[in-house]
């Protein structure tokens, strides 16, 4: 191409890898165009320089839908739930077929009665919900009452409802405990002994599924290996440090230990206090600066990243997809996110 030339409508095709027809159909609205198609136009020309890219990019923001999408997450110190807003956000902002605005907001009180009031209010003000939560009845009921309301509610992480009654974006919490339960099995050989177990609360349908994962496993393929009863950390990072240094010191047969939610941080600092690591397999959640510089250092073994950046692309293209939807189709509105098994060889 001749550098000097003024770019064209069949530069910008060319580029685009489309016919000179479907860009004029962008260019000047003829017919209606896929947001995808609408999308590779702009970038092309925006890539050759024609003189109207500006002016495409705003045709097709102004053809796009509007949504205001409500996300409801834990408040924790965990850096996990950070990056998780920043990556919904990025996802939105980058979505080709809808112009689309997030609000977050954060459980602080976990009281059944808080999180419903948060919940209403975000309804009110939103077109869809995307809901971190436990079970619990009434929190139930008002997901219910929204949903019949015609605004749509995707659990996000962790099933809210115990017949999984919701569409849904996160890892497959069953398989993320077996796997767990491999992992534990490779790692600790032939050696008995028993298996500590870190979970946010009973009432986290997730977190009691990578706990059942984790027994059933261990159950079928290395019956030598001992679960003892999982403790609740709230996700807190202090309870679990305190907690970890407890189960060290009273059981002496500890060959694993496992976060099944937030928290792991706390593992970390338990360990890194001791004069000498003791020999188990500790197993956290969620790909951190912090875990990732204690996988270099030998502190922890395996971490099971739950890959925010795809979670959040899955969760803005369900939660869009859902507002033309009439009903819930279990296959295609249950989006299972594969867990990235991290170790000190990978990073």
């Known amino acids: 191409m001749n550098n000097n030339k003024r770019p064209t409508i069949a530069t910008v095709a060319a580029q685009a890898g489309l016919s000179v027809a479907t860009v004029d159909r962008v260019l000047n609205a003829r017919a209606p165009v896929n947001p995808e198609t609408a999308e590779q136009v702009f970038q092309a020309a925006e ?102 309301a015609g605004v749509p509610v995707v659990a996000l992480l962790s099933d809210i409802h115990e017949h999984a009654e919701e569409p849904y974006v996160g890892q497959d919490n069953h398989v993320v405990g077996r796997t767990m339960g491999w992992l534990l ?81 706390g593992i970390i600092s338990a360990l890194t206090q001791l004069p000498k690591r003791p020999a188990l397999c500790c197993i956290l959640q969620e790909s951190t600066e912090l875990s990732r510089q204690a996988l270099r250092e030998g502190v922890i073994d395996v971490v099971m990243d739950s890959q925010p950046r795809h979670t959040a692309t899955a969760l803005v293209q369900l939660m869009v997809q859902l507002q033309g939807a009439e009903g819930f189709d279990p296959v295609p509105q249950r989006v299972y996110i594969p867990p990235h098994i991290v170790t000190s060889e990978n990073l």
Do not use: M, W
Not at 55 to 80: H, M, S, V
Not at 95 to 115: E, K
Not at 206 to 228: F, S, T
């Open 47 to 148: 890539a050759v320089g024609y003189f109207a890219a500006r002016l495409i990019g705003q045709r097709i923001r102004e053809r796009r839908p509007t949504y205001r999408f409500g996300i409801l997450l834990l408040a924790t110190a965990q850096a996990f739930y950070a990056s998780l807003a920043q990556a919904i956000s990025a996802a939105a902002e980058q979505h080709a077929g809808a112009n689309l605005t997030c609000q977050f907001d954060y459980i602080v009180d976990r009281t059944p009665s808080a999180i419903v009031a948060q919940i209403e209010q975000l309804a009110v003000q939103c077109d869809g919900l995307a809901v971190v939560s436990y079970a619990h009845p009434l929190i139930n009921a008002c997901l219910k009452q929204i949903r019949e």
């Open 185 to 265: 099995a490779r790692t600790c050989g032939a050696r008995k002994g028993s298996v500590g177990i870190l979970l946010g609360g009973h009432r986290f349908l997730g977190h009691q599924a990578r706990v059942e994962g984790l027994h059933g496993y261990l159950a079928e393929h290395a019956p030598g290996l001992k679960p003892l009863e999982p403790l609740i950390n709230l996700d807190n990072c202090d309870i679990t440090e305190e907690a970890t240094l407890d189960l060290i010191s009273r059981h002496s047969e500890l060959r694993g230990l496992c976060v099944v939610g937030g928290g792991g941080d």
